[in-house]
């Protein structure tokens, strides 16, 4: 007759799930309050103090810290571990149903003390999750009553369940303990920098290729991804989430009606106007060819019209804050293109992390530039009123490219792109090629310096009256000659925006 083990915080399920395990012929031990709860409703129950021959003690903080428990628990599916156990008259424990205080929701409350926080710190359940998660190749660990009903279906067919389940019940476990001590940690030392705490949401059906796997984490609970709802579509893959979120953290940083349209990470046109659906007409004119299979974000709500000028183009996935009733009439019809609403402008976290060989790398978010920064006319010429707002919102896009970013604009809509090039010649290139025609009045932005002349040689070419760039370089003073020589109008914004 195997032995289930049951120590539960949260009881939801737990009398369904202990019937079933009865009826199948388990012998239930529980500790303290479980065991007075299962007995409330009628089922049979031993004592863990019984069963261990040692009673509860310090007021119930050990329960079942004892080597009749975790013996049970670790020991291995051998005739040695076995007869060991015998030796002692205690036996395997083959399942285990147990989760912890709720030290979370705890600590979430008004007013509580530090001395109230410590006691909702569970050390045997842990200690339970951790031998059982462990020894996964023989024990089944149910450390989520949403899980009850799977372990059920399996021991229902040969009183036994798959290894193939208990190990990823084993994993859902040791994920448990890992996010309940990042809790308690980031209590006790809340000014840590570090205070990171992961949520896994959804395996994912691959990474950025077929042979990857991937999954998706949060930062809180029962979160959607990027903190939105998917309202239409299949589930987001590795690459459109990238994606979207470069688009997202674009659109958001703009306060006017904006659209930007992401492939493979890089914009392929970015516009601010009064209206979305003009907004959307002038980013797609940037890269019409690129932009198919694309991501778009809106940070207003997508509308109808808007939804109506898509046309024929494949889009991949939408976000926006919310969609209008005739928006999702129309973007019904797309099946194949996600709906995902995100109705939180504010970015969070508010820093980023990024994986190197056997290390990681933290950074704040680029949020622009600082207060207080001072742009500075270096050239003869001086911009007009129009024409700074023009060069104000090329520099913003350009923070949102990658390196080295080179945006043309014209307006408040980018004309043309060129980034991800190991030089800033090339990017200037390709941005003037998408531009095409569309050249003539253009002006231009560079997210970092110019570490030569050429590159204002190369603006000039194509026409381009007035550039923003950071300066900074050794060169400065041959670049301003250089601008001041071709009748170019130049700024200095003493800020870099590099984005790798």
């Not at 915080?9 to 500790?31: M, P, Q, R, Y």
């Not at 890269?287 to 019209?305: E, M, V, W, Y």
């Not at 804050?321 to 019809?333: G, M, Q, S």
């Amino acid at each position: 007759m195997p032995y289930a083990l049951l120590s539960v915080s949260d009881k939801t399920g737990l009398i369904e799930f202990a019937t079933e395990l009865n009826n199948l012929g388990w012998t239930l031990i529980a500790s303290g309050n479980t065991a007075a709860y299962l007995r409330e409703h009628n089922l049979a129950v031993k004592d863990v103090a019984e069963y261990t021959q040692s009673p509860e003690m310090l007021g119930g903080r050990v329960k079942t810290l004892h080597p009749a428990i975790h013996g049970g628990l670790l020991a291995r599916a051998t005739e040695a571990d076995r007869n060991e156990l015998l030796q002692f008259g205690w036996d395997y424990i083959d399942l285990v149903a147990v989760n912890l205080y709720p030290f979370a929701a705890t600590i979430a409350k008004p007013d509580i003390t530090q001395a109230e926080a410590i006691e909702q710190i569970d050390i045997g359940g842990v200690a339970l999750i951790r031998a059982a998660a462990k020894n996964f190749q023989r024990v089944t660990l149910a450390c989520d009553p949403n899980d009850y009903q799977t372990i059920l279906s399996e021991l229902k067919i040969d009183n036994k369940t798959t290894l193939e389940t208990r190990q990823k019940l084993s994993i859902k476990g040791f994920l448990m303990t890992s996010e309940y001590d990042t809790a308690i940690a980031n209590y006790f030392n809340p000014e840590s920098s570090w205070n990171l705490k992961l949520f896994p949401q959804q395996p994912l059906r691959y990474g950025e290729n077929p042979h990857q796997a991937a999954t998706l984490y949060a930062f809180t609970p029962n979160s959607g991804p990027l903190g939105g709802k998917l309202l239409q579509g299949k589930e987001l893959s590795y690459n459109n989430l990238l994606d979207l979120d470069a688009a997202w953290k674009t659109v958001v940083s703009f306060t006017a009606p904006t659209i930007c349209i992401v492939k493979h990470l890089s914009p392929c046109g970015i516009a601010s106007s009064t209206q979305l659906v003009d907004a959307y007409q002038a980013a797609l004119k940037c890269d019409p060819i690129s932009a198919f299979g694309g991501i778009i974000a809106s940070n207003k709500p997508f509308d109808g019209a808007t939804a109506e000028a898509l046309g024929k183009l494949f889009v991949e996935c939408i976000a926006a804050p919310a969609f209008t009733d005739e928006a999702k009439a129309i973007l019904a019809k797309r099946v194949n293109c996600r709906l995902l609403e995100i109705s939180d402008l504010t970015l969070s976290p508010t820093y980023e992390l990024r994986s190197i060989n056997n290390g990681i790398l933290k950074q704040d978010v680029d949020r622009g530039d600082p207060q207080n920064t001072e742009w500075k006319v270096v050239t003869m010429n001086q911009p007009t009123a129009t024409e700074l707002e023009t060069l104000k919102f090329a520099w913003h896009c350009c923070q949102h490219v990658k390196s080295n970013a080179i945006v043309f604009v014209k307006g408040t809509a980018t004309i043309g792109i060129g980034s991800g090039q190991p030089n800033r010649i090339d990017c200037v290139h390709i941005g003037a090629k998408r531009a095409g025609d569309n050249l003539n009045g253009a002006m231009m932005a560079s997210d970092a310096f110019f570490p030569f002349a050429d590159t204002v040689e190369s603006a000039a070419q194509y026409g381009i009256k007035c550039i923003v760039q950071p300066g900074g370089s050794i060169r400065d003073q041959e670049v301003i000659d250089m601008a001041n020589k071709l009748g170019i109008t130049m700024i200095f914004t003493g800020v870099r925006h590099f984005r790798h």
